[in-house]
């Protein structure tokens, strides 16, 4: 079953720091973009940042600098490094994988149950 | 970054009806349009891509059309499960930007 779980999330201090965790199964971690995706309490959807197949990464401005997205193909396991936290970054974090790799981007077909960062 | 407008915000309607919702872009997204169901307390789920595509699993009575930077989400009868908000995304032009949301409310 193709499947992505996050972990990593928990209640932290403004200014601290945190990484998140998804571990994927049924496909490799590597082989699509992947994703992050975050939605502040009753609020919509916000990316956050992609990695591509090849490695290449991208930001949302209100993260840039402060997040860092990587993997580890033999884990294949997807990371959100998160620092200098701030309260407006308290949101639940998804995962999620691009249908493709097909430019100039693809919809996110497949998506972690999220994982809750309070930045308190 | 491209901005994406949906209207309604929200909605009320019945078992049955047609039910349509929009979404602008603030600049052409070339048909690199999304369509996203989420149920309170749940992730998101695709519903459709490149506009108009279906994705695997997803019921006939969801479909989308639309260009340039106009769209559509359109449910031809609306179902119990079908309440829940949609967010339609463009995957153009990063950074990739999601609309405000539309719920979809029982009357």
């Known amino acids: 079953e193709v499947q992505l779980v996050e972990s990593g999330g928990g209640l932290i201090h403004p200014g601290g720091s945190l990484r998140l965790s998804c571990a994927a199964s049924?496909?490799?971690?590597?082989?699509?973009?992947m994703n992050w995706v975050r939605q502040a309490p009753g609020m919509g959807l916000e990316w956050v940042s992609v990695?591509?197949?090849?490695?290449?990464?991208y930001y949302a401005d209100s993260v840039k600098g402060r997040f860092s997205i990587s993997r580890d193909n033999s884990k294949n396991t997807l990371y959100l490094q998160m620092k200098s936290l701030r309260a407006e970054d308290t949101a639940v974090y998804y995962c999620?994988?691009?249908?493709?790799?097909?430019?100039?981007?693809?919809?996110?077909?497949?998506w972690g149950q999220g994982t809750v960062v309070t930045v308190s | 970054d491209i901005q994406m407008t949906q209207s309604p915000s929200s909605l009320s309607a019945s078992v049955g009806d047609r039910v349509t919702i929009t979404c602008r872009a603030s600049?052409?997204?070339?048909?690199?349009l999304a369509w996203y169901q989420q149920r309170p307390g749940k992730a998101p789920r695709l519903l459709l891509y490149?506009?108009?595509r279906l994705e695997s699993g997803v019921p006939s009575r969801f479909s989308g059309s639309g260009s340039g930077t106009d769209y559509t989400l359109t449910i031809s009868s609306l179902q119990p499960e079908d309440f829940a908000t949609y967010y339609c995304?463009?995957?153009?032009?990063?950074?990739?930007?999601f609309g405000q949301g539309t719920k979809v409310e029982i009357k």
């Open positions: 999620a994988r691009a249908l493709s790799n097909g430019w100039p981007g693809d919809a996110f077909d497949i």
């Open positions: 600049q052409g997204i070339v048909n690199f």
């Open positions: 990695i591509y197949s090849g490695g290449d990464t």
């Open positions: 995304q463009q995957y153009y032009i990063t950074p990739w930007t």
């Open positions: 490149t506009t108009s």
């Open positions: 049924g496909f490799a971690v590597n082989s699509n973009y």
